[in-house]
């Protein structure tokens, strides 16, 4: 084990300084493919409004994106370990994301809008477990908190352009122009992995078994995973939020002044996402990651507990998205970078491939749970039940050794 170690930091500490080619390259194209389908996502809830659809459908859709995505992230990392190559995989998946998002343009029914969900998610599926572990492999063991936190601000100032673009083109545009004017940034985002991100070469590893290399994942990261997953099972699809803001703004304002407001909430979100996520990971390297992940799943027990007292107050929804937007930013960043720390390079891709798994198999129960507890009882029920979750979700974070 302490060889296994040495020969991981040493691999590491060797690639160079961190922000380099790569991690520009790599921050580069996320940023171009979240603002595409942010920029759809924004619109979404409204658009199946229009068409019919309810909380339950949204929970639906969303529930089993993620689900189709987790199973594709679990199979796309174990291949890129496998083989030796992960930045084709990623390619692909970022020009699959490109086209099914820009497709619900062509959506008459929330059954369409579903179909290209998935397959969109399935694309991000296969592309995130084999960037994340390709960008392990481009930074030095000293600042994954930093490089990951830089990554996802890129990736979430994607999200901020997004949305604030669909919120000057809506009363301009109709849903389905919006949709598929997201082609345009979904292909840059291809374009720029696939000019810029250069793989170190690796031996083809033929040897490497599924199910045994799950069962030689370290039993430190076994342990992480089960407080992603337990948080995970509560952490549903914010997509929700913006259906509920809707709902409560709609009892004041028109449907075109909510339709604005809500798309500003949303954006004002990804700032906040966009700006915590480098602070919070270069705190990480100097503080510890594992505490400041367990603040963030107690940020998000406090947002769910806003909304179930929520009102139809303006201010109040901003500060309950501004919340939702910083502890995404811890979630994302220090579950890539702890993860960097407990895996071997040899088998980055199938841990990122399982911490993805288990993050989708959590965002599809939660999605769905939340989504069915609000059309069957009430939103507050739906709302009580992700920060129960994210709770424990906490504690079994900040008790791990």
């Given at each position: ?6 020969y ?37 809830p ?16 969303e ?38 998002t ?11 809008a ?12 296969i ?49 389905r ?26 031996g ?12 030689g ?10 407080g ?62 594992r ?54 390079e040899e ?17 599809f ?26 709770v ?7 008790r791990?050794?």
């Open positions: 084990m302490a060889k296994a170690v040495a991981r930091e040493k691999s590491r500490t060797s690639v160079g300084r961190w922000l380099n080619r790569n991690v520009a390259g790599m921050a580069l194209a996320s940023f171009f493919s979240d603002f595409g389908h942010e920029m759809a996502t924004a619109i979404l409204m658009f199946l409004v229009s068409v019919g659809a309810s909380a339950a459908a949204l929970g639906i859709i529930g089993a994106a993620d689900a189709v995505s987790s199973f594709a992230k679990l199979g796309a990392g174990w291949l890129s370990d496998k083989r030796g190559l992960r930045k084709p995989i990623a390619v692909t998946g970022y020009l699959v994301t490109a086209v099914a820009a497709s619900f343009g062509l959506a008459t029914s929330w059954t369409h579903l179909a290209g969900r998935v397959v969109g998610w399935f694309g991000r599926g592309r995130g477990p084999v960037r994340d572990a390709l960008l392990a492999d481009s930074i030095p063991a000293e600042a994954t908190g930093r490089a990951f936190g830089f990554h996802r601000a890129a990736d979430t100032l994607g999200a901020v352009a997004g949305p604030a673009v669909a919120f000057l083109l809506v009363g301009v545009l109709s849903y122009q919006i949709f598929l004017l997201t082609l345009i940034p979904g292909l840059l985002s291809v374009l720029a992995f696939a000019f810029l991100v250069r793989e170190r070469a690796r083809a590893n033929h040897a490497l078994r599924f199910w045994s290399t799950m069962r994942l370290p039993r430190s990261f076994r342990r992480f995973l089960v992603v997953g337990i948080f995970g099972a509560g952490d549903f699809a914010h997509t929700l939020l913006i259906l509920r803001a809707s709902e409560l703004l709609s009892l004041q304002t028109g449907p075109e002044v909510t339709a604005t407001m809500v798309v500003l909430l949303y954006t004002g979100h990804n700032i906040l996402y966009a700006l915590a996520s480098y602070p919070i990971g270069y705190l990480s390297d100097r503080m510890g990651k505490g400041l992940l367990a603040a963030g799943y107690l940020l998000a027990a406090g947002m769910s507990l806003g909304f179930l007292l929520a009102t139809p107050s303006i201010w109040y929804l901003v500060l309950l998205f501004a919340i939702g937007g910083t502890y995404l930013a811890a979630e994302d960043t220090l579950e890539g970078a702890i993860a960097a720390d407990l895996l071997p088998v980055r891709g199938t841990g990122y491939g399982v911490l993805a798994t288990v993050n989708g198999l959590g965002d129960l939660s999605s769905v749970v939340v989504g069915f507890l609000w059309t069957a009882i009430s939103p507050g029920a739906g709302f009580l039940y992700a920060a129960i979750l994210s424990v979700g906490g504690l079994v974070i900040v791990l050794r």
